[in-house]
């Protein structure tokens, strides 16, 4: 397979990938807070997801490359072709500036839920937080969790990070029904009044206009 010249710049954005790992790194372990050894598992895995995705976004296009070889495409080595989608379905800088717009609108909004879900929980001081977004779905961080991956598998799907996601998504949600089982046990009868009213993940559609701006 030839190797276009501009391949080679490719790999000139390595500061990038460490700059922005480094950053998304800090944010994860700062927002979502682990506090026992399966917290740190499904932190741990989301970081990998985070590590892999921008290695290749801003490091060496593993995926492309594969993709190119393996796939009766010609998939140039450019930059550009990270976006997959366009990519394969022969849409052009247009797809790829849609996939861009939709993917980053995703992580944006994933973004908000995590750090308004670590707001109110820091401010509760302990107490059962059911008001602001903890008004409309019950983890609005582990569901902020998902939106980031989806957000980064619409943007730049990567191999790495479409076999991370689905552990990614089986990690919080385990990590989500314990949780609501100590909380059970912590506030009893209110908790199961809240888990009644409130969604898990996925709010009301009454309430999806409020969940959009970010209340």
């Given at each position: 397979?030839?190797?276009?010249?501009?391949?080679?710049?490719?790999?000139?954005?390595?500061?990038?990938a460490v700059v922005?790992?480094?950053?998304?790194?800090?944010?994860?372990?700062?927002?979502?807070?682990?506090?026992?050894?399966?917290?740190?598992?499904?932190?741990?895995?989301?970081?990998?997801?985070?590590?892999?995705?921008?290695?290749?976004?801003?490091?060496?296009?593993?995926?492309?490359?594969?993709?190119?070889?393996?796939?009766?495409?010609?998939?140039?080595?450019f930059h550009s072709?990270?976006?997959?989608?366009?990519?394969?379905?022969?849409?052009?800088?247009?797809?790829?500036?849609?996939?861009?717009?939709?993917?980053?609108?995703?992580?944006?909004?994933?973004?908000?839920?995590?750090?308004?879900?670590?707001?109110?929980?820091?401010?509760?001081?302990?107490?059962?937080?059911?008001?602001?977004?903890?008004?409309?779905?019950?983890?609005?961080?582990?569901?902020?969790?998902?939106?980031?991956?989806?957000?980064?598998?619409?943007?730049?799907?990567?191999?790495?990070?479409?076999?991370?996601?689905?552990?990614?998504?089986?990690?919080?949600?385990?990590?989500?029904?314990?949780?609501?089982?100590?909380?059970?046990?912590?506030?009893?009868?209110?908790?199961?009044?809240?888990?009644?009213?409130?969604?898990?993940?996925?709010?009301?559609?009454?309430?999806?206009?409020?969940?959009?701006?970010?209340?």
């Amino acid at each position: 397979m030839d190797i276009s010249p501009q391949a080679w710049t490719w790999t000139e954005l390595w500061p990038h990938a460490v700059v922005i790992g480094v950053l998304l790194s800090w944010g994860l372990y700062h927002f979502l807070a682990p506090a026992n050894w399966r917290d740190w598992a499904g932190a741990g895995v989301l970081q990998a997801f985070v590590i892999a995705l921008y290695a290749e976004m801003y490091g060496f296009p593993l995926t492309v490359y594969v993709l190119a070889g393996a796939l009766p495409l010609k998939i140039p080595l450019f930059h550009s072709s990270g976006h997959l989608w366009a990519t394969l379905l022969g849409l052009g800088p247009m797809g790829a500036a849609i996939e861009t717009i939709l993917g980053y609108a995703l992580l944006l909004a994933g973004a908000l839920l995590v750090v308004k879900g670590w707001v109110r929980i820091y401010f509760g001081r302990g107490t059962l937080v059911k008001d602001g977004v903890y008004g409309l779905i019950r983890h609005p961080q582990y569901a902020g969790i998902f939106l980031i991956v989806l957000g980064e598998i619409v943007d730049w799907p990567t191999i790495p990070s479409l076999l991370l996601s689905p552990i990614i998504v089986w990690i919080y949600l385990r990590l989500a029904r314990r949780e609501e089982g100590r909380l059970s046990e912590r506030f009893g009868s209110e908790y199961q009044d809240y888990r009644e009213h409130v969604p898990m993940f996925v709010p009301r559609r009454d309430d999806l206009l409020l969940f959009l701006l970010g209340v």
